[in-house]
């Protein structure tokens, strides 16, 4: 598609219950990143990938939280056991290339899912 | 460690201009600039890096001082369709981590 594109778009979840973000990202993207957005705050890194290997998890806020993408294109965050504080927005991004240090090169974002946990 | 933007939220008419700054402690090897309105994606604007000069996209540019660790975004006669929150994200070299501030507020009126 001509950009990235998250589903479902809004998630109502009662605590405790396990939870699964999509994201298509533009295709042929090498790179893809989930964030987490809380209100009034900027987007926070929760993990990279760069096609299917999964390079950098360190952001995942504890091990209930896991991301696959296991054919290098569409991706998953599974959140389990949801907690309130889980609630925000996740933000998937992708970019062209491994490397953001070329010219023009950033990361495009997703309209994000925003998940509620009641 | 979270780049500092200042100020937090900034008040205009149509027209004026205004900047927003973001300092980092961390040597910076790039600056990727994006505004988001309420509800929406973050949207590109601008990248800087390390040994770049001046970038600019219409009546908005941005300079990145190295040695300052700092990147400051100019917003010139400004228009209704730049209210918005506007977010540096900060990388340090390698892959493509991005590191992004708390957010500048803008809202221009009429």
């Known amino acids: 598609g001509a950009g990235v594109s998250q589903s479902p778009r809004y998630k109502v979840a009662k605590r405790g219950q396990d939870v699964a973000l999509r994201c298509d990202p533009i295709s042929g993207h090498v790179s893809l990143f989930w964030y987490q957005q809380a209100l009034g705050q900027g987007p926070e890194f929760l993990t990279y990938f760069q096609n299917e290997a999964q390079l950098d998890k360190s952001g995942l806020p504890s091990d209930r939280f896991f991301a696959e993408r296991p054919e290098g294109s569409v991706s998953t965050l599974k959140i389990q056991r949801t907690q309130q504080e889980d609630s925000a927005v996740y933000l998937c991004?992708?970019?062209?290339?491994?490397?953001?240090?070329?010219?023009?090169?950033?990361?495009?974002f997703g309209p994000g899912t925003r998940l509620l946990v009641l | 460690q979270q780049p500092v933007q200042s100020p937090q939220a900034v008040i205009l008419r149509e027209g004026e201009d205004a900047v927003i700054n973001c300092s980092s402690s961390?040597?910076?090897?790039?600056v990727h600039w994006y505004r988001q309105k309420h509800g929406e994606a973050p949207v590109f604007l601008m990248i800087l890096l390390k040994g770049g000069e001046q970038k600019g996209h219409e009546k908005i540019s941005a300079s990145f001082n190295e040695k300052k660790q700092q990147s400051s975004l100019y917003l010139t006669a400004s228009q209704l369709s730049y209210s918005g929150t506007y977010f540096c994200?900060?990388?340090?070299?390698?892959?493509?981590?991005?590191?992004f501030g708390a957010g500048t507020r803008l809202a221009v009126h009429p």
């Open positions: 961390k040597a910076l090897y790039s």
């Open positions: 991004a992708s970019s062209l290339l491994p490397f953001l240090g070329l010219p023009g090169e950033t990361q495009y």
């Open positions: 994200g900060t990388g340090s070299g390698g892959y493509n981590k991005l590191i």
